[in-house]
Structure formats: C-alpha cells, structure tokens
C-alpha cells in the first residue's frame, strides 16, 4: 500500500482523511502530545488493523478521540461532575479521563473492559477529521508497541510507511509526551499516567489525586494493573539506559569515570561542555522543561542504535511536565537510578 502523505495545512486533508477513516482505514494524525494512529474506534475491523500495525498486545485498551467535550456523553455513562469539571478546565488539551463505556463502543477498543478512556485533543486539524469522520477515533501513539513515541510525521513514516493509508502532517508535537490519564471510576481520581497535564494541575480541579503504583514503580508480571499498558516495556531504546541524578558536576564526575566507548550520554543542552569526548545529545534545556519533553522522544529515537552499548541519561526534578518526562524516563531506563552524590 501507498502511504498518502497529507500536510496538515492543505484545504482538502481533513476531508481525505475523515473519508479513509470512514472507510475503515488506519490515518496516523498529529496531536499536541504525540501522532496518533487512528482508526474509526467504532469499527472493529478498522480497530483490530491498529494492533496489527502496531504488534500491539490484544489486552491494551485504546484511547477515543472526540472533537467536543458534549460528545462525552455518546460514549460513556455514568459521568461525574469531576469530569466535566475537568474538561472544561483542560479539554481541548493532554487529558485523558477513562470513565464508564456505553455498549455502543466496541470491546476491541477497550480490550475487554468496561471502562473507556477518552480525550478531546488540542489539534483543530484532527478535531476536524473526527467531526467530519462522524464517528470517534481511537489512536494510541503511533509507534510501534515497545518503542519511543512518535513526535514528527517522519517517525510514523518509519514505522509505517507502506503499511498505513495516510499521514497527517501537523509538524513536531507541542508537549512531545503522551496525555494525562485520570481514572474517575472509583470513588477516588486516580492518576494512571503522568503526561500534558501535571498533577498540580489536576489536584486544583479535583482536590484530590491517588498516585498508581504503577507510574512509581517497575511492576511485575503478577501485579494487577488499572492501565494495562504500563505493564510494557515502554519508551525505551534498545540498549540499557541508566538515569544519573544528583548535581549537575556530581552526575559529570560519575558519567565521565564509568563512561567507555559505545555508551552515549542524554543530557540538557546545558551540561554539553561537560561531557565533550563522551557523544553527548541534548534532548531539551533544563531551564525550559518544555524543551525536554518535545524532544524526548525524538532524542530517544535517536538513540534507539544496536552500534550503542548503554546510555547515560540526565533527568530533570519537579512537577507539571517534568514529572511526565521523569517518569517516562524512569520506564525507558526500568527504574534503575544511580544517585552520583552517593556514588562519587
Ligand atoms: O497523548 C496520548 O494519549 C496519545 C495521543 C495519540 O492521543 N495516545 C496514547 O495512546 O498515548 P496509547 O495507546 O499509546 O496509550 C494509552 C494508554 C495505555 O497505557 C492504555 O493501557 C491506557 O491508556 N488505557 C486505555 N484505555 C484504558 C482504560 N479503559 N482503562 C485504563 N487504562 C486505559
Ligand atoms: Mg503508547
């Protein structure tokens, strides 16, 4: 198959895209967070072709994209008003709320469960394909299963190219990390996954904020998941990374002592002189997190290299987004932190 190359500036994209999704083909579309790999997620063909595309395991439920907050209710039920308290603070935008589905949502889209996980993205050009596809999109981020995320059209081509009918160009991802998503089905907000939206931030709507285990810590095969997906091996290249925290000189004195050749060192631009001799790659500036977690996945990519033998990575502290790209960086390197105050 011919993959249909769209910018997200042509007149006509939304349309030709919208009609392929009707027609039940895969359409990668750009978000604020990540491409997505979209398919109508009412349609379970259309939805069983994602998982193929991906190697997707069959138990990871997919996220429905609507283009209205008031489209909520056609899918879920059961809705509380933290939800729509909720939407109305972040929606359009990097939020994801899994709530209650109805039965008119296939349970290929959710993998066999109940609930359904929705979001309404910051992207005028995808709302726009959904509002003309007529149906909602179901998109997880468009790389394939295991491997970084995809933040540019080019990634999704690398991954897909042949093997989808269309991408949408919508250019580099904003946030460059993948939603927030809140579990508003039990009696307390649970945060399943650290993205867009920091925890603060959810905290000063609803008031209250229970922390999943499994965002914390590396999970293990009989623990039991509210997020199937967190239970993968997730973001991470294919050598071993190492997250080294500590001071800015403590974390270079430690790398440059360990450091042989074949190993790369991820860090902020800031630190670059620090690690001449050693293939550093900036992923982002410290001083501006949102650089970091625009270029993660992108700088990740870049290491994904069997030439590599281990990366060094520097992660940056704090909540909003930072907290997002601690944690995927704490997936990508399997929780294994070395504190270089202690170790020097
Ligand atoms: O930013 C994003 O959320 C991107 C863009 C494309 O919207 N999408 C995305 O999808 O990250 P994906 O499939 O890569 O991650 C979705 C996560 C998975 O960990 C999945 O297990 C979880 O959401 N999930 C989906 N439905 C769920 C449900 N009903 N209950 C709990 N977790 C759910
Ligand atoms: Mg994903």
């Known amino acids: 198959m011919q993959t249909l190359l769209l910018s997200a500036s042509d007149p006509a994209a939304p349309a030709l895209a919208a009609e392929l999704i009707r027609r039940g083909e895969l359409v990668a ?7 997505g790999l979209g398919a109508d997620g009412l349609n379970e063909a259309a939805v069983a072709k994602i998982f193929q595309a991906k190697g997707r395991p069959q138990d990871n439920p997919l996220i429905l994209h609507i283009w209205d907050a008031r489209q909520l209710e056609l899918f879920c039920h059961h809705i509380p008003e933290s939800a729509y308290a909720l939407a109305s603070a972040f929606w359009p935008g990097p939020l994801t709320m899994v709530l209650p589905a109805r039965d008119i949502v296939p349970r290929t889209t959710t993998a066999g469960l109940s609930t359904v996980a929705i979001r309404c993205p910051d992207s005028a050009v995808t709302r726009e394909i959904i509002r003309l596809s007529g149906v909602p999109i179901a998109a997880p981020s468009a790389n394939i299963s295991g491997k970084p995320s995809t933040t540019t059209a080019q990634h999704v081509l690398h991954d897909h190219d042949g093997k989808i009918a ?3 160009d919508g250019g580099p991802c904003r946030v460059g990390v993948e939603s927030t998503i809140v579990d ?3 009696d307390r907000p649970r945060l399943l996954r650290p993205g867009g939206i920091g925890p603060e931030q959810l905290i000063s709507v609803l008031g209250d904020l229970v922390v999943d285990k499994a965002v914390t810590a590396q999970l293990g095969n009989d623990d039991i998941v509210k997020a199937p997906g967190m239970k993968y091996r997730h973001y991470a290249p294919q050598e071993p990374v190492v997250i080294v925290s500590g001071s800015r000189e403590a974390a270079a004195s430690y790398i440059r ?5 074949g190993d790369r060192v ?3 631009e800031e630190e670059l002189p620090l690690y001449e001799g050693c293939s550093p790659l900036a992923y982002g500036k410290e001083a501006d997190v949102t650089t970091l977690s625009a270029g993660l996945f992108a700088a990740l990519r870049e290491l994904d290299d069997p030439a590599i033998h281990q990366v060094y990575a520097r992660c940056p502290v704090g909540g909003g987004v930072a907290y997002a790209v601690q944690n995927r960086l704490r997936k990508a390197a399997a929780f294994h932190i070395i504190d270089a105050e202690e170790e020097t």
Do not use: N, R
Not at 257 to 261: A, D, Q, T
């Open 166 to 168: 269309a991408i949408v």
């Open 184 to 186: 508003l089905t039990e």
């Open 29 to 35: 579309i750009p978000t604020e967070t990540v491409y």
């Open 266 to 268: 991820l860090c902020f």
């Open 257 to 261: 002592k360990h450091f042989i050749p």
